[in-house]
């Protein structure tokens, strides 16, 4: 019996991220309440709070179950591929997932389209700053990596290298988001990388 009830209790949680999902890209963030997402999940309000603390605690949960496109392409890159190939694989697969898994684009249209850094959602902004911030630091550390093994100097410090790559990257995922039938996102973002990376003197080889 107590198993059964672990299961059911797992079910529900899913299901209320499932109902979150699609409440919070229909409706936005800010707009959408409680009850409409327990409406949605065919539960109730108390078993939201038998899960998640508030509503920034239920957003935090539907993030983290699927990793958005740059949050961990860093930290999942081979460590034993040359750190360029390593990071052209690590941003090329966050580009084909955004484009063609449909779950990811929706949470991540979700995160960047419909989402209000209102102080009530204070944890949700400050866990988008955290990521950034690793994501940056890894990008950081990868230019530097590049640069010192093929004996080159970055035209800029690796800091601002890294954050122009980061807006770069994350920016072409956002404007694909609005209309996906602009451009390519996989193909385009690639040759974007590509000359980005010409720019600071780390060709491909």
Same mark, same amino acid.
């Not at 944890?123 to 990868?142: F, L, N, S």
């Not at 010409?198 to 060709?203: F, I």
């Given at each position: 019996?107590?198993?059964?009830?672990?299961?059911?209790?797992?079910?529900?949680?899913?299901?209320?991220?499932?109902?979150?999902?699609?409440?919070?890209?229909?409706?936005?963030?800010?707009?959408?309440?409680?009850?409409?997402?327990?409406?949605?999940?065919?539960?109730?309000?108390?078993?939201?709070?038998?899960?998640?603390?508030?509503?920034?605690?239920?957003?935090?949960?539907?993030?983290?179950?699927?990793?958005?496109?740059?949050?961990?392409?860093?930290?999942?890159?081979?460590?034993?591929?040359?750190?360029?190939?390593?990071?052209?694989?690590?941003?090329?697969?966050? +580009?084909?997932?955004?484009?063609?898994?449909?779950?990811?684009?929706?949470?991540?249209?979700?995160?960047?389209?419909?989402?209000?850094?209102?102080?009530?959602?204070?944890?949700?902004?400050?866990?988008?700053?955290?990521?950034?911030?690793?994501?940056?630091?890894?990008?950081?550390?990868?230019?530097?990596?590049?640069?010192?093994?093929?004996?080159?100097?970055?035209?800029?410090?690796?800091?601002?290298?890294?954050?122009?790559?980061?807006?770069?990257?994350?920016?072409?995922?956002?404007?694909?988001?609005?209309?996906?039938?602009?451009?390519?996102?996989?193909?385009?973002?690639?040759?974007?990388?590509?000359?980005?990376?010409?720019?600071?003197? +780390?060709?491909?080889?």
């Amino acid at each position: 019996m107590a198993r059964r009830t672990k299961e059911d209790a797992l079910e529900t949680r899913q299901r209320l991220l499932d109902a979150a999902e699609h409440v919070f890209q229909s409706k936005g963030v800010s707009a959408t309440s409680l009850n409409d997402i327990a409406l949605a999940a065919g539960t109730s309000r108390g078993a939201i709070y038998w899960h998640f603390k508030d509503k920034a605690a239920l957003y935090n949960a539907m993030i983290e179950r699927v990793s958005l496109p740059l949050e961990h392409a860093i930290s999942s890159a081979p460590s034993r591929v040359e750190p360029l190939a390593s990071l052209r694989q690590a941003i090329a697969a966050a +580009l084909d997932k955004t484009a063609n898994d449909p779950q990811t684009r929706r949470v991540f249209e979700v995160a960047t389209h419909k989402v209000e850094y209102v102080e009530s959602l204070g944890a949700v902004r400050q866990r988008h700053i955290d990521v950034r911030t690793e994501c940056v630091a890894g990008m950081k550390q990868v230019l530097q990596r590049a640069a010192r093994e093929r004996g080159v100097s970055l035209p800029i410090t690796a800091e601002a290298a890294a954050r122009g790559l980061h807006a770069l990257m994350d920016g072409l995922i956002q404007n694909w988001l609005l209309d996906p039938s602009a451009f390519n996102l996989p193909r385009i973002g690639r040759q974007v990388l590509d000359n980005y990376l010409a720019g600071l003197g +780390l060709a491909a080889r």
